[in-house]
């Protein structure tokens, strides 16, 4: 069974960065590298919605409200995909969560605060 941990979660004032990392274990890196991984994230009162995803082609995919701020990359060597936030805003604030597919494996998240 395939086991995602996610970290670098933390407070950040608005406008900060934050890196997150999303490492898989009990998967190669052969069968790694052409699964989808995504991140999500779910705000307070809020349903959880999509942040990005990139394919084992590299091809990638942004929630519109990310765009230009978030980053999605993979290290299929290391199996781990990273989530780069920039320009982070208090509505930002949330539990982010990534997901491996197909199979729909999921980490625990990590919260991201953004103070004003």
């Known amino acids: 069974q395939v086991e995602l941990v996610e970290s670098g979660g933390g407070l950040v004032q608005a406008g900060g960065s934050l890196r997150l990392s999303c490492a898989a274990s009990?998967?190669?890196?052969?069968?790694?590298?052409?699964?989808?991984m995504a991140w999500y994230r779910q705000g307070p009162g809020k349903q959880r919605e999509l942040v990005a995803a990139?394919?084992?082609?590299?091809?990638?995919n942004y929630a519109d409200s990310m765009k230009g701020r978030f980053t999605i990359s993979r290290d299929n060597a290391k199996t781990t995909c990273y989530l780069q936030m920039n320009s982070l805003k208090p509505e930002d604030t949330a539990a982010y969560s990534c997901?491996?597919?197909?199979?729909?494996?999921w980490g625990q998240g990590t919260q991201v605060t953004v103070s004003s």
């Open positions: 997901v491996l597919r197909p199979g729909d494996y």
């Open positions: 009990r998967i190669s890196p052969s069968v790694f590298r052409v699964k989808t």
């Open positions: 990139i394919t084992g082609g590299y091809s990638t």
